[in-house]
């Protein structure tokens, strides 16, 4: 499975959310703007999200974007689901010899439960901790 632009600049909008709860509305300018991303794009991507009930829009001249549920009660998987659908390493498991179809449903339920087991106040607060790049990884 491939997270595109969607699934990454989606969940950028919910953490910049997450981050910004208890203050009002955050504007998709001013994430655009902070985070190099095209508002123009942002815009497409909060429908979604907000007809799943996990953000809230204000209008007005200090309107925005808010949270619509509890960070922690929105998880990473979430937000993949409603922006790129099932998740799934490979089309077609079914047609795949048991050998195989045994990796792939191996990787998929490893992916789904990092992605589930992941809110989004984990990923708010995980810079925060200390850690200078939260997806930097060693071997």
């Not at 795949?96 to 449903?105: A, D, G, M, N, T």
């Amino acid at each position: 499975m491939k997270i595109s632009t969607k699934g990454r600049y989606g969940l950028t909008v919910m953490i910049v959310l997450a981050k910004h709860v208890g203050e009002g509305p955050v504007s998709l300018k001013k994430i655009a703007e902070e985070h190099q991303l095209s508002e123009h794009y942002l815009e497409q991507l909060v429908p979604p999200l907000r007809n799943a009930g996990l953000v809230k829009s204000v209008r007005g001249a200090y309107g925005g974007y808010k949270l619509a549920k509890s960070a922690h009660e929105i998880t990473a998987g979430d937000i993949i689901r409603i922006l790129e659908g099932p998740i799934t390493p490979v089309e077609g498991i079914e047609d795949e010899s048991p050998e195989k179809q045994h990796l792939w449903i191996q990787i998929r339920d490893a992916v789904k439960n990092v992605l589930d087991t992941t809110t989004l106040d984990d990923l708010a607060s995980y810079k925060e901790s200390g850690e200078n790049d939260p997806y930097m990884f060693y071997i």
